[in-house]
């Protein structure tokens, strides 16, 4: 018997558990601090139910053979077959929200852009700061768009991605703070978030009936944020203006309720006060382009996913 959209089913239920144990295991047992390490490790984690997919639907065996070839496997054969074609409506359903979420996205994030306007000459007050911070961070200034909407400063696009900033931020911030808040948002397109973070997100809602993967996307959110405010730091070393910055722009949005951009948000309502102590206490051990953060982000993600695959 070939495997039944059943077996697919538990398969990345249990693909989606085991990553996740595995991104919190190597963070408790590793005693990892990096906010940087910790996101790319819990994305790592989203992502690791893809290998599911790969699995079936490109190597379609009879099940007593993927039963034979790893533990995953094994209990998802096990599993499938007593749920047999109840599964075929929970894969559709993953399908389609998954296809949905990327539409309604993508269509806010041209619904903002169509409403905002490039900068004008009213605005080259911050141009500079902008142009110095890019070149720091060793990329090209990406383009700038103002909106009316308030409380509005996001990082907006997946392959070329742009900064979304409300009008009335503009004036509500000063040198200081937009400097830090630009630097926050060129932190995210160095890090290539937007590109990883719709990667996750997709398989995310694929597996959207894992409990495991909603908090894995959930703590990946908020260390993705905290390594933008690292970042950010290092670029300005002024830790204070970021930490005003982020109070500034959370107090505007809160005075509107805002859609999801395919993209990232400057200032997550989530665990923003976590973002804010640990910008006043300035603890930022390890340089984010140093050998050593490199070395240890590449060997504990490298060790987790050969983990899992031993297992699959």
């Known amino acids: 018997m070939y495997f039944l959209p059943a077996t697919l089913l ?38 690791i139910p893809l290998g599911s997919f790969v699995t079936h639907l490109l190597f379609s065996q009879p099940c007593g053979i993927y039963a034979s070839s790893g533990f995953l496997l094994h209990w998802a054969c096990k599993i499938g077959s007593k749920i047999e074609n109840g599964g075929i409506l929970l894969i559709s359903l993953s399908f389609g929200i998954a296809v949905s979420q990327v539409l309604v996205s993508s269509w806010a994030t041209r619904r903002a852009l169509r409403e905002a306007s490039p900068v004008s000459d009213q605005e080259l007050r911050f141009i500079p700061q902008l142009r110095e911070i890019s070149e720091k961070a060793g990329i090209l200034p990406p383009k700038v768009f103002v909106t009316r909407r308030r409380g509005v400063l996001c990082t907006v696009g997946v392959l070329r991605p742009s900064i979304l900033i409300s009008s009335e931020l503009l004036e509500t911030l000063d040198p200081d703070e937009m400097k830090a808040a630009l630097a926050h948002e060129i932190a995210h397109i160095v890090r290539n978030d937007n590109v990883l973070g719709t990667a996750a997100g997709i398989v995310r809602w694929l597996t959207f009936f894992s409990p495991v993967s909603h908090f894995a996307m959930n703590v990946y959110l908020n260390e993705r944020e905290k390594a933008a405010d690292d970042f950010a730091v290092e670029l300005t070393g002024d830790h204070l203006a970021l930490a005003s910055s982020i109070i500034k722009v959370l107090k505007d949005r809160r005075r509107v309720l805002s859609g999801e951009f395919a993209g990232v948000s400057f200032a997550l309502r989530e665990k923003v006060s976590d973002r804010i102590e640990r910008l006043l206490a300035s603890k930022n051990a390890v340089s984010e382009g140093s050998f050593t953060y490199r070395l240890i982000s590449c060997v504990t993600i490298m060790g987790m996913i050969l983990t899992i695959l031993a297992l699959c």
């Open 10 to 47: 538990v398969h990345l239920a249990l693909a989606s558990f085991a990553g996740y144990l595995s991104a919190v295991a190597a963070v408790r047992l590793l005693r990892i601090q990096r906010a940087a390490t910790k996101s790319y490790l819990f994305a790592g984690a989203l992502l």
